[in-house]
C-alpha cells in the first residue's frame, strides 16, 4: 500500500522530462502516441515524439508515465491546472 501512495504522487510530481503513452483518448488518433513531455501548460501536454511536436489536451485522454521505474496510469483531467499549482492539490482516495 505505501508504493500505491508514493506512485499517486506523480499528479504532483514535474511531468516535464518524463515518458509518457496516450493510452486512452477521444481523440483516436492521439491513442497509441508516446514520447517525452517536453512542456505543459493549464490543459495541454506538448510532447516530443518521433514524428514531431505533439499538443494533447488532458482532459480528454488517460495516459501512462513512467514514474520512478514503475508504468502509472493517470486520468489527464487529475493533471488539468497550473502545473505549478498542482503540487497543492488534494488526491482522491
Known amino acids: 500500500m505505501q508504493e500505491l501512495t508514493k506512485l499517486k504522487e ?3 510530481h514535474e511531468l516535464i522530462g518524463l515518458k509518457v ?4 483518448s477521444k ?3 492521439q491513442e497509441g502516441l508516446k514520447g517525452v513531455v517536453i ?3 493549464y490543459s495541454m501536454l ?4 518521433k514524428k514531431g511536436i505533439k499538443k494533447i489536451y488532458k ?4 495516459f501512462i508515465f513512467e514514474f520512478k521505474g514503475y508504468k502509472v496510469k493517470v486520468d489527464g483531467k487529475l493533471l488539468i491546472g497550473r502545473p ?3 503540487v497543492k492539490k ?3 482516495c
Open 84 to 86: 505549478a499549482d498542482r
Open 46 to 49: 506538448i510532447i516530443q515524439t
Open 59 to 62: 482532459g480528454n485522454c488517460w
Open 90 to 92: 488534494k488526491l482522491p
Open 21 to 24: 503513452l496516450v493510452y486512452k
Open 39 to 41: 512542456d505543459e501548460t
Open 10 to 12: 506523480i499528479v504532483r
Open 27 to 29: 481523440n483516436k488518433y
